[in-house]
Nanobody, 122 residues
Framework: VQLQASGGGLVQTGGYLRLSCAAS????????MGWFRQAPGTEREFVAA????????YYADSAKGRFTISRDNAKNTVYLQMNNLKPEDTAVYYC????????????????WGQGTLVTVSS
């Protein structure tokens, strides 16, 4: 699976962005999808995940109530809607794919996109 993330940019505190991740190469609905992020000098951290159907999602505590993950299997795309952004959300955001059977069984993902930079100014 090839993943291409987009939608990052510079936004002010309290603003919003929607990230997209387009998948190609294999049947998209065979995979659960996740979003991760990595700020400078820190380890990559989990943000959100969604099952193959889009009916089940879960979030890191830092994302709950502000971020929404969704997917459109007809468009082979997963999204991350980010609202009420804070400076601490500044990071490179990565999308990732794992076989659908592994959803919620761990954060080992097989495929990764190249990342898109989100910068939140104070």
């Amino acid at each position: 699976v090839q993943l291409q993330a987009s939608g990052g940019g510079l936004v002010q505190t309290g603003g919003y962005l929607r990230l997209s991740c387009a998948a190609s190469g294999r049947k998209f609905s065979d995979y659960a999808m996740g979003w991760f992020r990595q700020a400078p000098g820190t380890e990559r951290e989990f943000v959100a995940a969604i099952d193959w159907s889009g009916k089940s999602t879960y979030y890191a505590d830092s994302a709950k109530g502000r971020f929404t993950i969704s997917r459109d299997n007809a468009k082979n795309t997963v999204y991350l809607q980010m609202n009420n952004l804070k400076p601490e959300d500044t990071a490179v955001y990565y999308c990732a794919a794992q076989p659908a059977s592994r959803y919620r069984l761990g954060q080992r993902y097989d495929y990764w996109g190249q990342g898109t930079l989100v910068t939140v100014s104070s």
